[in-house]
């Protein structure tokens, strides 16, 4: 196994943790996560969250499975974009995270990026071993 499989593998694993406090108990998102405007989370958006973070689990373990298929591959850095722009907005321009809530989700998401666009070309460029 690759270090970046194991990686998206660990990812992955996180993001379960948040899907099972999402379903189980919304207030930890909001109190953790969107600290500053816990209010606006409720047991709908607690669910969504977590419906929306399971798809980014099973992302990372279908990409650290099939880490030389190019769609996966890229659907997969792609739900990492979005995880970092919705969390930028939250911290930057919606103001309902601190700098602590955010925090994790940056890092997860940012450290994945850029590992993954550094090992693009090695993993589904050309002369990879695409789609095995």
């Not at 969250?49 to 990409?63: E, H, K, N, P, R």
Request: glycine share 8%; charged share 15%.
């Amino acid at each position: 196994m690759k270090a970046l499989q194991g990686w998206l593998y660990f990812a992955g694993a996180l993001r379960l943790f948040a899907v099972t406090q999402s379903f189980t108990n919304p207030s930890i998102i909001a109190e953790r996560v969107y600290d500053l405007q816990p209010e606006l989370v409720h047991g709908m958006y607690g669910r969504l969250f977590g419906a929306w973070t399971s798809i980014t689990v099973l992302l990372c373990f279908l990409c650290a499975r099939n880490i030389h298929s190019r769609p996966i591959y890229q659907a997969t850095l792609g739900s990492f974009f979005v995880a970092l722009g919705h969390f930028a907005s939250e911290y930057f321009v919606f103001k309902t995270c601190s700098i602590a809530g955010a925090g994790s989700p940056f890092v997860v998401a940012s450290t994945s990026i850029i590992w993954m666009l550094a090992e693009y070309r090695k993993n589904v460029g050309k002369g990879s071993k695409k789609d095995t």
